[in-house]
């Protein structure tokens, strides 16, 4: 049937119509796609070139370089070394298993340092690099090198650690650095992203952690452009981090080796200051440990050998531990009894060898008894009975008042751990602590150093040095930080009548130089050099035994204490011996030693010595000598 020219007409007119809905559609489509496209392309290509890049380009964390410390004489404690390791990228490395069984036919891996690596891998998130291989070897970099394409994810870096070139000397004062642990992150609210870099060091123990903030320093950052399995091309660009502070403490590297090598195997501590501005020049405890095996993974057995030693060599004893001060607390009592007024210093005391007390009798250490004696004398012959019958009259509340006032009872502050403020009782406290009352016999026992009192070998050098000079000197073991010094605290007069500190120092100084002082044998005689101390024995036991009849640690300790020279100190010097028996006999020659050390800087003359001492000295300086000079090559060669 033949269309009519009306329907032909219609049917154009509606495929125009038609034509021109679907050109406008498609028109209007095109428009928002170039729109769209424009947004994108324009607008938002700031945008997309970053997530472009971010498939592309990865930041990496720079560990910054950690802040040396130094001696007073700028020797070198703690420095960075640096060292090779392993790590490797859980997202990169696909099949861990097999990755590592890959990596260890070129590198001599530790099995359970691969197992704490890959536990660790599956529970950190998936960019994080971790450690497989600390300390290897450059031929062993070099062979991972060379084989990277075969071993996705693995990377091979080069960092710095921690190393102690003294290796024992300063272990007890530095500490040591380790990796940062679950543990050390609790202790922050918002972590730092440096302190999760694989095995990144922070400080342990010691100054290392007191000054974790400033050694640390800020990390730096690099672009790495990677392509598309993760592996890195080449490096864009880098900004290094911001180095830790050093930092510079008032230790003597020399005094200190010295005093350690003095000290050889006791279990024993001894303290040096400088009495003017309270530095410490040197602080040891004696057996010590080498902070490095720490640093680079400390084995089991080193590990045990240490917590089984019974000389304790990784307790800090100069200011973790507390002993009882024997008869070097004297001084206090001395003091105590002068500020009351309850005596003078020609005020006398008769010594029959014991006092009578109700029911119980305290002995002096001399049975037969010392006769009438007056201050200077019972220092002298560290008479006990004199201070009984001096501490009942003066109380046990005037006692405490004046130990805490030559820095008793109370933690010194200087940046060590663990540090103890020992024990100056009283009423209050034994009421509040023990439940009881204070009962005379406590004063009797408080009155030379024993009973509840408990002083640790720092407060002893801190309260020779005030004795020594009259003013509250503080101690001072950090002398810079990052080059700027810190501050001299204390120094202001102590409370206390001038004439009455004479009195007593009269009293050690016949201690050392006369011919009945407890200590004579260890004087100085060389001229402005003569020293004054104090011997002191503390009990560790309540029968009366002798120390050589008994085991090693049920021997009374051996304290003492001196300043030196006796006209203008310079030096005081606090030692104990741990079990060592008499003061007189074990701690004093030792206090004498090094505190010629310290006065002459170095070695000192044998005619320093009295002339019944020099054999013995000249073979004792030849000894040292031959052992450190032995330990030094050693030590070297651990290096």
């Avoid at 095996?293 to 590990?303: L, N, Q």
């Avoid at 016999?441 to 000079?469: H, Y």
């Amino acid at each position: 049937m033949r269309r009519t020219p009306k329907d032909t007409a219609d049917s154009a007119r509606r495929i125009t119509r038609r034509g021109l809905l679907l050109g406008t559609a498609q028109l209007a489509f095109a428009g928002a796609l170039g729109l769209r496209m424009r947004y994108m392309q324009v607008d938002q290509a700031d945008e997309f070139r970053l997530l472009a890049e971010e498939n592309r380009i990865n930041i990496h964390l720079i560990p910054p370089s950690r802040g040396r410390i130094f001696d007073r004489n700028g020797q070198t404690i703690a420095e960075n070394e640096p060292t090779y390791r392993i790590t490797m990228r859980r997202e990169d490395a696909g099949d861990l298993e097999d990755t590592v069984a890959r990596l260890a036919q070129l590198v001599d891996l530790d099995e359970a340092s691969v197992a704490r690596a890959l536990e660790e891998m599956r529970t950190s998130p998936p960019f994080l690099q971790v450690t497989v291989a600390d300390r290897v070897s450059w031929e062993e970099i070099s062979r991972v090198a060379v084989n990277a394409p075969a071993l996705p994810g693995v990377t091979p870096e080069v960092g710095l650690s921690r190393f102690y070139p003294q290796h024992e000397t300063f272990a007890h004062v530095v500490g040591y650095v380790g990796p940062v642990s679950e543990r050390d992150l609790e202790k922050y609210e918002d972590p730092e992203p440096v302190l999760r870099i694989p095995r990144f060091q922070i400080g342990k123990v010691g100054i290392e952690t007191k000054f974790e903030e400033q050694l640390r320093g800020g990390a730096g950052a690099k672009r790495v452009e990677v392509n598309a399995v993760g592996r890195v091309m080449r490096e864009l660009d880098r900004r290094e981090g911001t180095a830790g502070d050093d930092l510079q403490l008032t230790l003597d590297s020399e005094l200190q080796d010295y005093i350690k090598a003095r000290l050889g195997h006791e279990s024993a501590s001894a303290v040096v200051m400088d009495v003017e501005s309270g530095d410490i020049l040197a602080i040891a405890s004696s057996p010590s440990y080498d902070p490095n095996k720490f640093v680079r993974g400390i084995s089991v057995a080193d590990y045990s050998v240490l917590r089984e030693n019974n000389h304790r060599p990784l307790a800090s004893k100069t200011v973790q531990d507390a002993y009882p001060p024997g008869s070097t607390f004297k001084i206090i009592t001395a003091l105590a009894g002068l500020e009351a007024g309850v005596i003078g210093p020609d005020d006398t005391a008769y010594c029959p060898g014991h006092l009578e007390l109700g029911s119980r009798r305290f002995h002096c250490w001399k049975r037969s008894g010392h006769g009438r004696v007056n201050l200077e004398q019972s220092l002298r012959d560290s008479c006990d009975v004199y201070y009984y019958e001096l501490a009942m009259k003066v109380g046990i509340e005037n006692i405490a008042a004046m130990g805490r006032k030559m820095g008793l009872g109370s933690a010194p502050d200087v940046p060590m751990s663990a540090v103890t403020s020992g024990l100056m009782p009283d009423k209050d406290w034994k009421r509040r602590e023990r439940g009881a009352e204070w009962l005379v016999g406590d004063t009797v026992n408080a009155s030379i150093g024993q009973g509840f009192v408990l002083t640790s070998p720092l407060q002893q050098a801190i309260m020779t040095a005030r004795l020594a000079t009259g003013r509250k000197i503080e101690p001072r073991l950090v002398r810079s930080i990052g080059g700027q010094d810190t501050p001299i605290t204390g120094g202001e007069p102590l409370d206390i009548d001038p004439l009455h500190l004479r009195y007593v120092r009269k009293g050690m100084d016949s201690v050392v130089n006369s011919s009945r002082g407890t200590a004579r044998r260890s004087r100085i005689v060389a001229d402005g050099m003569q020293m004054a101390g104090k011997t002191g024995t503390s009990q560790v036991r309540n029968r009366v035994v002798r120390n050589s009849d008994v085991p090693w640690e049920e021997r009374d300790h051996a304290l003492f204490i001196s300043y030196a020279p006796v006209v203008n100190p310079r030096i005081a010097v606090a030692v104990v011996i741990e079990h060592g028996g008499g003061g007189s006999s074990a701690a004093a020659p030792v206090a004498r030693d090094i505190m010629l050390q310290a006065l002459y800087n170095g070695t000192p003359p044998l005619e320093a010595y009295p002339a019944s001492e020099r054999e013995g000295a000249r073979q004792l300086q030849e000894r040292i000598e031959a052992e450190r000079t032995a330990r030094a090559r050693a030590e070297g060669r651990r290096a």
